[in-house]
Antibody
Framework: QIQLVQSGPELKKPGESLKISCKAS????????MQWVKQAPGKGLQYMGW????????TYADDFKERFVFSLETSASTAYLQINNLKNEDTATYFC????????WGQGVMVTVSS | DVVMTQTPVSLSLAIGQPASISCKSS???????????LNWILQRPGQSPKRLIY???KLYSEVPDRFSGSGSETEFTLKISRVEAEDLGVYYC?????????FGSGTKLEIK
């Protein structure tokens, strides 16, 4: 069955970096784009952007153009979200989701940024 | 960016009652392909979102037919004919016609 399995929770200090993974299984990885969505604690969903899994080209929503990097390891059917120079407001759960229909979602990675 | 406005913010319904959630967009979601990429997802407590409806009214295969979607252009509705216990959670509409995709603020369905 189709699954997106994300890495575990992260506790980081402001200014640090992290890299979250999203491993896909049950389908051909390069057949679907990978999207990223942020959910701050107790809040709604915020779209971050997507990465073309065939070309590796990322496209970012405006709020995520500065410190956020989408990447791939196609041989491992894995997408990554890197966040640099972490800020308190990056505290959130980050989801990966498959395709332009967001048809399947990972379980989410809870990221806590605190000094 | 397209603003998605959902109402009501919350619903408290008994099992068996109908539910209706409205979603309005700040611009038409009819794409150049002739398709309207207005979708609905459900986030149950402590879980990641799950797909419900795509392109306004098309149910995913695993979704019970008590769910239905309708609308066009800028006004859309999600209906549940008879609420069941498993339907509790937060419902989001979201649009995939215009980049960036945008989500409504969510409607929380509670079971009385």
């Amino acid at each position: 069955q189709i699954q997106l399995v994300q890495s575990g929770p992260e506790l980081k200090k402001p200014g640090e970096s992290l890299k979250i993974s999203c491993k896909a299984s049950g389908y051909t990885f390069t057949d679907y784009a990978m999207q990223w969505v942020k959910q701050a604690p107790g809040k709604g969903l915020q779209y971050m952007g997507w990465i073309n899994t065939q070309t590796g080209k990322p496209t970012y929503a405006d709020d995520f153009k500065e410190r956020f990097v989408f990447s791939l390891e196609t041989s491992a059917s894995t997408a990554y979200l890197q966040i640099n120079n972490l800020k308190n407001e990056d505290t959130a759960t980050y989801f990966c989701a498959r395709g332009h229909t967001l048809g399947y979602w990972g379980q989410g990675v809870m990221v806590t940024v605190s000094s | 960016d397209v603003v998605m406005t959902q109402t009501p913010v919350s619903l408290s319904l008994a099992i068996g009652q109908p539910a209706s959630i409205s979603c309005k967009s700040s611009q038409s979601l009819l794409g150049t392909s002739g398709k309207t990429f207005l979708n609905w997802i459900l986030q149950r407590p402590g879980q990641s979102p799950k797909r419900l409806i795509y392109q306004v009214s098309k149910l995913y295969s695993e979704v019970p037919d008590r769910f239905s979607g309708s609308g066009s252009e800028t006004e859309f509705t999600l209906k549940i004919s008879r609420v069941e216990a498993e339907d509790l959670g937060v419902y989001y509409c979201w649009q995939g016609t215009h980049f960036p995709f945008t989500f409504g603020s969510g409607t929380k369905l509670e079971i009385k």
